[in-house]
């Protein structure tokens, strides 16, 4: 174990030989932290966290109590390779979430980027990859290899579909099953998942400007309209938004997106039909 003057480790903790400690690290009781881990400057491990494998913490980031990061997936093929696990610096793990490590038949890699906040119950499985400034809420579930863009939300007690990938500043509602990929800046709800709109608070708080919104709004409309009536086949007004809204970063973003090679498809969107009554279709 390496340490320095200004680390406190708690005399219950255990800190295997060949850890790596940063400065102003502090190490409450009865946490377990395993050979292969480095914390960085500042971590802080609160009480009654286990911490092993290949994993790095980031520097100033927050374990509460209960949670794991680091151990075996939960991957009946994994057969102890040396995988990984990355958190990124700042980011904080409430009580009882689990993040486990990669697998050689993934990316080897679990990564949680820098200013995230996982809260309590949440599981991060193998290979998943967390961008920056997430947020996960209470009890929320994902299947591995699951690719989560910087920005976005999910909501309390949601469960993502392994292999699915979540836009950057996308939403996710409470309670939802997705089992296909969600555009940048899309908002789904409901079980299974539909897409509703895009993610307005988020981009309005991001200082987008009014008349940059309302391009976004139309190019989205384009794209999935309201009613039956206007709404074709969805190559064609793929096209047609390629054609007419190029340019604007936030459309590329989201035609980018779109054209990446996909395990999942993309969530269907909500609209009504002539009666009123709500249709989902293919996107």
């Not at 987008?208 to 309201?226: I, N, S």
Request: with cysteine; net charge neutral.
């Amino acid at each position: 174990m390496t340490s320095t003057m200004t680390s406190e480790i708690h005399p219950s903790a255990i800190v295997a030989p060949g850890a790596r400690i940063g400065q102003g690290v502090r190490v409450g009781p009865w946490c377990s932290i395993g050979p292969e881990v480095t914390l960085g400057d500042g971590v802080q491990l609160v009480s009654h966290v286990v911490v092993d494998g290949r994993t790095h913490i980031g520097e100033g980031a927050l374990l509460y109590p209960f949670c794991t990061v680091g151990l075996a997936p939960q991957d009946l093929k994994y057969r102890g390779e040396p995988t990984r696990c990355e958190i990124g610096a700042r980011t904080v793990i409430r009580e009882n979430v689990t993040v486990h490590r990669g697998t050689v038949t993934g990316s080897g890699l679990t990564r949680v980027g820098h200013d995230c906040l996982l809260m309590a119950n949440a599981h991060v499985a193998h290979d998943c990859e967390l961008g920056d400034h997430v947020i996960i809420v209470n009890n929320v579930v994902m299947g591995g290899h699951v690719v989560i863009g910087d920005h976005a939300r999910i909501m309390g007690a949601a469960a993502l579909h392994q292999f699915v990938r979540i836009g950057r500043a996308a939403m996710v509602g409470g309670v939802c099953g997705v089992e296909a990929d969600v555009i940048p800046y899309g908002s789904v709800l409901g079980n299974r998942a539909r897409l509703v709109g895009l993610h307005w608070v988020w981009l309005r708080r991001s200082g987008v400007a009014a008349p940059e919104l309302q391009h976004l709004r139309r190019a989205f409309r384009t794209l999935y309209p309201h009613d039956e009536a206007g709404a074709g086949v969805f190559e064609e007004r793929l096209a047609r938004v390629r054609a007419e809204f190029a340019g604007d970063p936030r459309v590329d973003e989201i035609l980018a997106f779109i054209a990446a090679p996909s395990r999942r498809g993309l969530v269907r969107v909500a609209r009504r039909d002539a009666g009123g009554a709500e249709e989902t279709e293919g996107a």
